[in-house]
């Protein structure tokens, strides 16, 4: 551990991190990792690897740090800062998360970078440059024993992990019979989801500099109480679809945003609430003609929807990526928001298919649900047989290739402070007349605070206190 004074280099003069003297330290040799730390603050410790050394620094006794670091870590400039060799076993990373935008990257960059990066060191915000700029990402996240870090040294062991902030994105809102029912805060699911979950998620977006191209996609599937085919106007039958049990359905989707690059969603969730006010009328009564007897038409829940085709519906786009592939988008990403529970009755062959396909293609696919987390274990597919004669027990399985979250509000119940101004009196009731005067219960609410319930403020405990009281045992000698 030596003492030395700190000053800043600007890039244009060095694109090292680290100059020094190795006069000022003998034996310091490149690749080197030190750390850098002032004598008061012990632990804003900044790791840096040494690249190249430095004879004719101007002055002795000194280390210069490029002026963004310096400003990162809160190091001051002209200040005493200790300088030390350290162990690269001792400060390894776990895993470390690059993002990435406006460019593509294959799985072949991705791997010749992670290769270029072994033993090196890395900060928070460090900007990676490889293939002489052809790749460029940056630091964002690092993890080291459980912990996250701001620097560390990347090994063989390390996991990487690349984020890009312009991908290709699916949002499929599912409009089942659920999204018209409250919480328990008092809002519909729709508006939980809109307001709620995408409010947030476009925010968070804005906050990354995340630039996807969207497609919004609202889908529902409509059931007919109908015994026969025959029932149906001619117009309708070539739509109609029948499910394990024999029920007649039709599935309806409706593309609100089809990709779409926008830096402010506002408008798009405004869009999505209209949509939302007239979805249910428009797909009841969308075979509606006049003089023509059509089934009743129900919506169904989320249980029963087109889960497993809207993923299909992604992956008949994402599996051609390599046809007239835009050399600035990097990921595939499908979300289904839902306001279920996390729990759908599917076709056994369908869920295989979906499965590999899924599996094969490398399609991130995730599962919203802002309905009440049930107490079991989800997501749960329950499956169903297309050949209703064969009699099997109900079958269900957890898919692991689908990654599950609920979203929930920070909503509180909020409690009312307002005080009236003119307090009513509080209700007599007749009472035996003590000595010419009429005992109230205003009287004995005095005598017993307890038994009083406060407008502006109620003892609830003492309230609980006195209701479940063990029972007097009166005894008799």
Not at 258 to 265: G, K, L, S, T, V
Not at 305 to 313: A, C, I, P, T, Y
């Amino acid at each position: 551990m030596k003492l030395f004074k700190l000053i800043v280099h600007q890039p244009n003069f060095s694109r090292e991190d680290l100059i020094i003297n190795p006069k000022d330290y003998p034996g310091i040799k490149t690749g080197d990792v030190v750390e850098i730390y002032h004598p008061e603050d012990e632990f804003s410790r900044l790791l840096l690897q040494v690249t190249s050394l430095k004879e004719d620094l101007p002055s002795r006794e000194t280390i210069s740090i490029e002026n963004n670091v310096a400003t990162m870590f809160q190091l001051r400039t002209f200040g005493d800062v200790y300088m030390n060799v350290v162990n690269p076993d001792d400060v390894t990373l776990d895993s470390i998360e690059l993002t990435f935008k406006d460019q593509y990257m294959g799985r072949s960059e991705m791997w010749r970078l992670k290769i270029s990066l072994v033993n090196t060191c890395v900060y928070l915000n460090k900007k990676i440059s490889f293939c002489g700029g052809g790749i460029r990402c940056q630091v964002y996240e690092m993890w080291s024993q459980g912990d996250r870090v701001a620097c560390g040294v990347i090994t063989n062991d390390t996991k990487v992990v690349f984020r890009s902030s312009t991908s290709m994105v699916y949002l499929f809102i599912q409009m089942s019979c659920e999204m018209w029912d409250f919480d328990i805060h008092g809002d519909l699911y729709f508006e939980k989801a809109v307001n709620g979950f995408l409010a947030d998620l476009f925010q968070k977006w804005k906050k990354n500099g995340s630039n996807h191209e969207v497609t919004i996609v609202l889908f529902s599937r409509t059931f007919y109480n109908a015994n026969a085919l025959e029932e149906f106007p001619n117009h309708m039958r070539e739509c109609l679809q029948q499910d394990y049990r024999g029920r007649f359905y039709e599935d309806f989707y409706r593309v609100a945003v089809q990709n779409e690059r926008y830096e402010d969603w506002s408008n798009i969730l405004v869009q999505l609430r209209k949509l939302f006010t007239d979805y249910r009328k428009i797909v009841l009564d969308y075979h509606q003609i006049s003089d023509v007897i059509i089934p009743e038409a129900t919506n169904s829940t989320a249980a029963q929807g087109n889960f497993l085709e809207v993923l299909n519906m992604s992956l008949n786009v994402f599996e051609k990526h390599y046809l007239d592939r835009s050399f600035d988008r990097t990921g595939q990403l499908s979300v289904v928001i839902t306001p279920g529970v996390g729990v759908f009755e599917v076709d056994r062959e369908l869920t295989n298919v979906t499965k590999q396909r899924i599996i094969d293609n490398g399609v991130g696919s995730d599962l919203v649900c802002v309905g009440e987390q049930p107490l079991h274990a989800v997501p749960l597919l329950k499956f169903h047989n297309k050949d209703t004669s064969i009699k099997v027990p109900d079958d269900y399985s957890m898919p692991h290739w689908i990654n599950l979250s609920f979203y929930s509000t920070n909503k509180k119940i909020p409690y009312s402070k307002f005080i009236p101004r003119i307090k009513l009196p509080q209700k007599i009731s007749k009472q035996p007349i003590e000595n010419g005067k009429l005992l109230c219960k205003a009287k004995l609410i005095q005598e017993e605070p307890r038994e009083c319930l406060h407008n502006t403020l109620f003892d609830y405990d003492a309230y609980d206190s006195q209701v479940f009281q063990s029972p007097t045992i009166h005894t008799t000698k």
